[in-house]
């Protein structure tokens, strides 16, 4: 039975931190809101889940994950779930809590940058908030990326096994989502996270790194790789960068 | 060895959740950062493992768990970590799980309880940004707490072991921290609060049964559990009511 990844269809959003791990592992998955409805896919079986008051435990929000009758939401708890299935964790509970930690942050800078668009209300357009959202991007650029930039090369720099990867000496699942947390900056903040990534050369190297390994070079060439856009969790608006 | 929890002194803050499981299970530790520096205690004893170049894995932010070797960062993690020390999680993984995920929704709620009066920067001031503060806050109000509940709500009437707990019927450490939201919303919040917990009765009970078991009572009735106050994450801002 391949794993249902349950996303919105037309956004890269917090699904692909999810996605990136099932392409690195090469897992059989579906991406079911992305199916057709006469398959009993698509989008109507995504809100089943989110819906219905048979569903035991119901996920707050998408992504989630299905696998038999495994329902798990919140994207740190699924790769939690995925990381041992997939191999992109270590055996030991140190190095498993670890990585869950540095996921953990990772999906705080993402609700920071989600907020850098979206400062006042997610329920109100860009255009209604634009004034607060410069403000908060302002404050985001200068303190918050290379705070959190120059913990993540700590981390790199600490780590006993070498500098290649966040945890241990192979690739976990919280590489990949700092890969695509500073795909994701680089791509919203350009200026800012290029600056940004001069003073944390081993982030700017794991980020280069994870893009070359085979199977997830190849997704990323892939159609299955929805463009970063303006409806997505990363926005380039050029007025918010500097 | 006793536990030592590592969180500001003087606020409940995120290290509330971890200090609430703790006192709830009765176990022994020591609140690290609020003891004296002539014991090799207070704020420095926290800092050290912040800021010192030697410490392998560093906590991005209090509150952070020690206990020997392991230092555990990020409330959620921590709260994985000692539910099965201190028996305050299921034994099966799906159930495991599912807690996290609560606790991780609960996580998300903190987080935009403090946007509420920072929504712009952490580091300023709330005076620097209230008129932010005042549009954030009714969305907050009028769209997020409702939304939290109702999820809530909805979790605790589909518990197929009854509405009493979360997860399965016994006490865990989800059930504890839904209660430390639910008052700190009540603290923030008094007015949209309460309007919103009419809508979500089984939440109210929730809250009202974790504060009568014999240990967090006690607790919450001793010199440890610190007033909520206007430092912390929950502060209240009359204006921001309504």
Redesign the interface.
């Known amino acids: 039975m391949p794993y249902e990844l349950h996303y919105w269809p037309t956004i890269q959003g917090r699904g692909e931190f999810v996605r990136l791990a099932l392409e690195a592992a090469g897992a059989d998955y579906v991406d079911v809101a992305r199916g057709a409805e006469s398959r009993g896919q698509g989008v109507a079986a995504m809100m089943h889940y989110l819906d219905s008051?048979t569903?035991?435990?119901?996920?707050?929000a998408p992504p989630f994950l299905v696998n038999g009758?495994?329902v798990?939401?919140?994207t740190?708890?699924i790769l939690?779930?995925l990381g041992p299935r997939l191999g992109l964790v270590a055996k030991n509970e140190?190095q498993r809590?670890?990585t869950?930690?540095l996921q953990?942050?990772i999906a705080?800078a993402v609700?920071e940058a989600h907020?850098t668009h979206h400062?006042?209300?997610?329920?109100?357009y860009y255009e209604d908030?634009k004034k607060?959202a410069a403000?908060?991007a302002k404050?985001f650029r200068e303190?918050r990326i290379p705070k959190f930039f120059d913990?993540f090369e700590?981390?790199l720099a600490?780590n006993?096994r070498g500098s290649a990867c966040l945890v241990g000496g192979r690739l976990s699942y919280a590489d990949l989502s700092l890969f695509q947390l500073v795909a994701g900056l680089l791509y919203a903040f350009p200026l800012a996270t290029g600056r940004a990534l001069q003073q944390a050369p081993l982030v700017a190297s794991l980020h280069a790194r994870v893009a070359q390994h085979p199977h997830v070079a190849a997704y990323l060439a892939s159609a299955r790789r929805i463009p970063f856009n303006e409806e997505g969790i990363f926005r380039r608006y050029p007025e918010l960068d500097d």
Chains 1, 2 share one sequence.
């Open positions: 008051p569903v035991p435990h119901p996920p707050f009758k495994a798990i939401g919140q740190a708890a939690l779930y140190v809590l670890w869950h930690q953990l942050a705080d609700m907020d400062p006042i209300a997610t329920g109100l908030q607060e403000r908060r404050a303190e913990w700590s981390v600490r006993p």
